[in-house]
């Protein structure tokens, strides 16, 4: 997927284009999507519900002149989707201490523990289908989080401009394999 | 080239963003950066993956090798 024009969003909303808003409003869901969970550890549920508070608010901000330039909307998406989710947190903590075992024995919440472990198997699979120096290359990032990449060039007896390359290339094929197994 | 110097800052910080080496407003900041480019939120989605593979990976390795250990450290009578 290529990058996403926040510009082409900004004057979309402004002028009412529905072909351009059908076109980004989803791709720029995702992302703030994947913020709220990435970032903030937000359930599923949770970052659906403020994304959609978020757009809604910024496109009326934008009709309303609130957001000047285009090179302020992320920010202000990312500022708003994270206040949305801490107002949504202290909503929810104000009900019965219950409601946090009833949290975790919810539906979404066991769909994303399944998920979780599917992507994990997934990933060993992938992992095994990698070339034997390709695996031990990857192998050995991973089993020393603490080494920066050139104690990990120095280890492999490459330039450190190459140890993130083959980092970067090795990273593609797994995404490629991931991808096409959650695919099916 | 596989990839721009400016991206390979990027994938840089990202290394440094799972390893939890950034602080609150560096994080923010790179997700700043990354918010224009889902193949670069890809890529931190499976970094962190990654990590969390290794968890499991070394927790098992360290469980299988635990009882050689034991047995290894055990004294003879």
Request: proline share 3%; net charge neutral; charged share 30%.
């Amino acid at each position: 997927m290529g990058k996403i024009n926040y510009n082409r969003y900004f004057n979309a909303v402004l002028q009412d284009d529905v072909g351009v808003l059908n076109e980004l409003t989803p791709q720029i869901s995702d992302i703030l999507y994947r913020f709220l969970l990435i970032r903030y550890g937000a359930s599923r549920d949770d970052a659906l519900d403020c994304v959609q508070t978020t757009l809604l608010r910024g496109v009326k901000w934008i009709k309303e002149g609130g957001i000047e330039k285009p090179e302020s909307l992320l920010p202000y998406f990312f500022t708003t989707a994270k206040h949305e989710l801490f107002r949504l947190r202290r909503s929810k903590h104000t009900r019965l201490v219950v409601f946090v075992a009833e949290e975790h024995g919810t539906e979404a919440y066991q769909l994303k523990e399944l998920m979780d472990e599917e992507r994990i198997s997934v990933l060993t699979d992938c992992i095994q289908k990698l070339t034997p120096s390709s695996r031990e290359y990857i192998l050995y990032w991973l089993k020393h989080p603490d080494y920066n990449a050139q104690d990990v060039a120095n280890h492999f007896g490459i330039s450190l401009n190459a140890a993130w390359t083959r980092k970067h290339r090795i990273l593609k094929v797994l995404q490629a394999c991931c991808e096409k197994k959650l695919a099916k | 080239m596989i990839y721009s110097n400016n991206e390979k800052t990027k994938l840089e910080k990202i290394d440094d963003y799972v390893k939890n080496q950034l602080t609150e407003e560096q994080k923010d900041e790179l997700w700043l950066e990354l918010g224009d480019d889902p193949d670069l939120i890809d890529r931190l989605e499976l970094e962190i993956l990654l990590k969390k593979w290794a968890e499991i990976y070394h927790k098992i390795q360290a469980q299988l090798l635990a009882p050689l250990h034991l047995i290894g450290s055990k004294p003879f009578h």
